[in-house]
């Protein structure tokens, strides 16, 4: 009978073991409802539940900035108090915790139509050093289009 050596039988061992597998990308959450209850300015709204929801994409004049009340005025025109669906294209969350989610009001999509409306610019995608999402072309094509409203 022949002995192997311990460390050939270790090493066999490795070899035999289960490799890991690459862990998958976390799964995009799958579109949903959801009531707006109040619009915080021209791409960010806050849910009957209290979540804040920034829309992917693109970019409105912030508090105090030139364009603010309009863009603000024109969102809320758009899905207050409404029942919207939310599109999770990349990412779940920002750094402030607020989900990403492009907001449609039956098939249209509310950032596009405030990019149509010169009241955002198309923004905060691969073109600024964030991921990619899958309506940033058309964003861009729109946008580059579109004249910004004026103050």
Same mark, same amino acid.
């Given at each position: 009978?022949?002995?192997?050596?311990?460390?050939?039988?270790?090493?066999?061992?490795?070899?035999?073991?289960? =490799?890991? %597998?690459?862990?998958?990308?976390?799964?995009?959450?799958?579109?949903?409802?959801?009531?707006?209850?109040?619009?915080?300015?021209?791409?960010?709204?806050?849910? /009957?539940?209290? %979540?804040?929801?920034?829309?992917?994409?693109?970019?409105?004049?912030?508090?105090?900035?030139?364009?603010?009340?309009?863009? %603000?005025?024109?969102?809320?025109?758009?899905? %207050?108090?409404?029942?919207?669906?939310?599109?999770?294209?990349? +990412? +779940?969350?920002?750094?402030?915790?607020?989900?990403?989610?492009?907001?449609?009001?039956?098939?249209?999509?509310?950032?596009?139509?405030?990019?149509?409306?010169?009241?955002?610019?198309?923004?905060? !995608?691969?073109?600024?050093?964030?991921?990619?999402?899958?309506?940033? +072309?058309?964003?861009?094509? =729109? /946008?580059?289009?579109?004249? !910004?409203?004026?103050?």
């Amino acid at each position: 009978m022949r002995v192997f050596p311990l460390v050939a039988v270790a090493a066999a061992g490795l070899l035999a073991a289960p =490799v890991a %597998q690459a862990s998958a990308p976390p799964a995009v959450p799958k579109p949903r409802t959801a009531v707006v209850a109040s619009v915080l300015d021209g791409d960010t709204v806050r849910l /009957d539940t209290g %979540q804040d929801v920034r829309l992917v994409g693109i970019d409105a004049p912030d508090h105090g900035d030139c364009g603010f009340e309009v863009a %603000q005025a024109r969102l809320v025109k758009l899905v %207050q108090g409404r029942t919207v669906t939310l599109v999770a294209p990349v +990412n +779940n969350k920002d750094q402030y915790g607020r989900l990403l989610r492009y907001v449609q009001v039956g098939k249209k999509d509310m950032g596009l139509k405030m990019i149509r409306a010169g009241l955002a610019v198309a923004r905060y !995608d691969s073109r600024d050093g964030y991921r990619r999402h899958p309506r940033e +072309n058309l964003y861009h094509r =729109v /946008d580059d289009a579109t004249p !910004d409203a004026a103050c």
